[in-house]
């Protein structure tokens, strides 16, 4: 028995059991069968098969209908107004600033005050000034005496020390020379000087 | 819309649903009277031996639970079998895991499906039942969709979430076993 080579006629003869077929098809399909005895013969076998399903038990429909639970509709989000989205948005954004802005101003103020303390480190601290102010010695009488604010020494001590080298004594100021020359901040030779690697072939 | 044996003709399965969404209970017991031996038939074909009706019955619990993401783009039957068809791997993954492989007896199965229908399991359908059993799960699914649900190949291709051409070839290569696995009996 040859193969049958209409893949269209094999492909509709499920339908023919299932009565699928508009009546053009379906006469075409009979015709075709009855000459060709590789698609009888898949038709046989597709009677079988179908026949065979009657194995399935029977269900018991009021059983399983009592399980279903009442209808729920779906309630769709309520959609808020444009505006309230915006301004949502402005406030999570001017949060979000706030936080990185304070966060940054923590950072660089615990980075500064660390590194202003290693550096002063070694150097030694400026005497003190007179607890008299030249404006307090030359006021006016009748004038109250108003306290300038005590000011707060720097934490950046780095920044404070140009202004605090003039009140440095001259032996401080030499102690200072002397630690200063000790750092190794400087290459202890000049660089060697660059070797051309032009040959002098080049024009 | 085919009619009623009242005469009348018989409602359609999404207007079944809109009846029930509005609160008519005696729309879900036609739907699922209509859609539920199918079910069955397809879970028996796909290889479940037991526990089918509990199957068919949790099929129509979710299909119910979610009927408001049907869109009617498919046949109903159609979803059902999507779902039946999640619900029975997922059923098979969870067996697999819990290592419990219990053999299914062949006398089981005969007196389960005999003594529900009353039916003696013929030698010839055995034989039948037996050369589905040579089939790949996928090609079993898709070829019995095909003969014994009628489904055409774009339905199966959405319930084994495949395409259309690849549900072809596996009803080719399908019907092909089958025969050989008759002849060689």
Redesign the interface.
């Known amino acids: 028995m040859s193969k049958c080579i209409d893949n269209e006629i094999q492909e509709m003869l499920p339908d023919v059991l299932h009565g699928a077929l508009v009546s053009d098809a379906r006469a075409r399909v009979e015709a075709h069968v009855a000459s060709c005895e590789s698609c009888r013969e898949d038709l046989d076998v597709l009677r079988a098969v179908k026949s065979a399903a009657i194995f399935a038990p029977s269900i018991d429909v009021d059983h399983v209908v009592r399980q279903i639970p009442p209808y729920t509709p779906i309630v769709p989000a309520v959609e808020r107004p444009a505006r309230t989205r915006v301004v949502s948005w402005l406030v999570a954004a001017s949060l979000a600033l706030a936080v990185a802005g304070g966060g940054s101003a923590l950072v660089i103020r615990q980075w500064g005050g660390t590194s202003a303390t290693n550096v002063a480190s070694g150097v030694p601290s400026a005497p003190r000034q007179s607890t008299q102010t030249p404006a307090a010695a030359t006021r006016e009488p009748g004038i109250p005496d108003v306290k300038p604010a005590p000011v707060e020494p720097s934490r950046a001590r780095g920044l404070a020390l140009a202004s605090d080298v003039d009140a440095l004594s001259d032996g401080n100021l030499v102690q200072l020379m002397n630690e200063m020359d000790k750092f190794d901040a400087l290459p202890g030779s000049e660089p060697e000087p660059v070797i051309s690697v032009d040959s002098g072939d080049s024009l | 819309m085919s009619p009623s044996p009242e005469g009348r003709p018989e409602e359609t399965d999404m207007e079944l649903i809109n009846r029930?969404?509005s609160?008519d209970?005696r729309a879900?017991?036609k739907l699922?009277?209509r859609h539920?031996?199918a079910?069955?038939?397809f879970?028996?074909?796909a290889g479940e031996r037991e526990g089918?009706?509990e199957l068919?019955?949790d099929t129509?619990?979710r299909a119910?639970?979610s009927?408001?993401s049907f869109r009617g783009e498919s046949t109903l039957r159609t979803w059902l079998f999507t779902i039946e068809r999640r619900l029975m791997l997922d059923r098979r993954r969870t067996e697999r895991r819990s290592k419990e492989t219990v053999p299914v007896e062949e006398s089981d199965h005969v007196s389960?499906?005999g003594a529900?229908?009353g039916?003696i399991?013929e030698e010839?359908?055995e034989r039948?039942?037996k050369s589905?059993d040579a089939l790949s799960p996928t090609q079993r699914e898709v070829?019995?969709l095909?003969?014994?649900q009628?489904l055409s190949?774009k339905e199966i291709a959405v319930v084994v979430g495949s395409t259309e051409g690849a549900a072809?070839v596996h009803?080719?290569n399908a019907?092909q076993t089958?025969?050989e696995f008759?002849k060689d009996e």
Do not use: C, N
């Open positions: 029930w969404k609160g209970g879900a017991t699922v009277g539920s031996q079910l069955a038939r879970a028996a074909s089918i009706e068919v019955q129509f619990v119910f639970a009927l408001d389960e499906y529900l229908d039916l399991a010839a359908q039948v039942r589905l070829f019995t095909r003969v014994q009628g190949y072809r009803y080719h019907i089958v025969k008759l």
